[in-house]
């Protein structure tokens, strides 16, 4: 027997996860991970994306450049979203969002987009064909702030396992490394949390920020959590890795 696909609510936060089939690569070079931040970007928009037309218009790079020194307010006054993207981190073979939908079916037709959008980019660069990634995206309801400040900890610390991959058993031997590693780890929205403009337009933060209590506060938050190691798994719905 089938079961019903879930209602996505309006005005609700998501914690969303796209992940590669069979775990698999799904950014392979730098330009990859670019591509991917471009995607999320241009194609969290009601109407029609000509990725390739864009692309002969400026590469993603130099249209990334110029968003860097611009607020989220002021570069997408005119675009219709699907979503808002309150934070954001790619991993080598999965993806990690936290949005607010905004839009009727507004989170499923975003995440289409970005994964056929992505796709197309990465079996034509790699000659390779079918799926890119696993079926129907995951998305868990964020039900309270408790669990809201939990998922924006768990969303950015996820890359610490690209540096201490045994970090959940063994815990963080090198806390300064890791605390270091992620405040420069440039495919997540960390670094504009904590006032490193990396990429600023990409995400709407001042809900998080004010709950947190500033860029100080999210950067102490995040420090204190690495020190500390306190428990995510029960809030965040979704396994680590």
Same mark, same amino acid.
């Given at each position: 027997?089938?079961?019903?696909?879930?209602?996505?609510?309006?005005? !609700?936060?998501?914690?969303?996860?796209?992940?590669?089939?069979?775990?698999?690569?799904?950014?392979?070079?730098?330009?990859?991970?670019?591509?991917?931040?471009?995607?999320?970007?241009?194609?969290?928009?009601?109407?029609?994306?000509?990725?390739?037309?864009?692309? @002969?218009?400026?590469?993603?790079?130099? +249209?990334?450049?110029?968003? !860097?020194?611009?607020?989220?307010?002021?570069?997408?006054?005119?675009?219709?979203?699907? /979503?808002?993207?309150?934070?954001?981190?790619?991993?080598?073979?999965? +993806?990690?969002?936290?949005?607010?939908?905004?839009?009727?079916?507004?989170?499923?037709?975003?995440?289409?987009? /970005?994964?056929?959008?992505?796709?197309?980019?990465?079996?034509? @660069?790699?000659?390779?064909?079918?799926?890119?990634?696993?079926?129907?995206?995951?998305?868990?309801?964020?039900?309270?702030?408790?669990?809201?400040?939990?998922?924006?900890?768990?969303?950015?610390?996820?890359?610490?396992?690209?540096?201490?991959?045994?970090?959940? !058993?063994?815990?963080?031997?090198?806390?300064?490394?890791?605390?270091?590693?992620?405040?420069?780890?440039?495919?997540?929205?960390?670094?504009?949390?904590?006032?490193?403009?990396?990429?600023?337009?990409?995400?709407?933060? !001042?809900? +998080?920020?004010?709950?947190?209590?500033?860029?100080?506060?999210?950067?102490?938050? +995040?420090?204190?959590?690495?020190?500390?190691? @306190?428990?995510?798994?029960?809030?965040?719905?979704?396994?680590?890795?």
């Amino acid at each position: 027997m089938s079961v019903a696909k879930r209602e996505l609510v309006n005005n !609700e936060i998501y914690h969303l996860i796209l992940r590669g089939v069979g775990d698999s690569l799904i950014f392979r070079t730098l330009d990859d991970y670019f591509r991917g931040i471009f995607s999320i970007f241009e194609f969290n928009n009601t109407c029609p994306v000509d990725i390739w037309l864009r692309r @002969k218009e400026r590469k993603e790079e130099k +249209i990334l450049e110029a968003l !860097e020194g611009q607020t989220f307010q002021n570069i997408n006054k005119k675009r219709d979203f699907f /979503v808002e993207i309150i934070a954001f981190c790619f991993m080598p073979n999965h +993806i990690h969002l936290l949005a607010k939908q905004v839009k009727d079916d507004g989170i499923s037709q975003f995440m289409k987009k /970005v994964g056929t959008g992505y796709a197309t980019y990465f079996n034509k @660069k790699y000659k390779r064909k079918g799926h890119l990634f696993q079926n129907r995206f995951k998305s868990v309801l964020i039900k309270n702030e408790e669990q809201l400040k939990t998922v924006f900890v768990y969303i950015h610390t996820n890359p610490i396992s690209l540096i201490c991959p045994n970090w959940k !058993e063994k815990g963080i031997e090198d806390v300064k490394r890791a605390i270091e590693f992620l405040e420069n780890y440039k495919w997540s929205s960390y670094g504009d949390y904590i006032g490193k403009k990396n990429f600023p337009s990409v995400t709407e933060r !001042e809900f +998080i920020t004010k709950v947190i209590g500033g860029q100080e506060g999210c950067k102490k938050f +995040i420090d204190n959590w690495i020190k500390y190691k @306190k428990e995510i798994n029960s809030y965040s719905g979704i396994e680590i890795g």
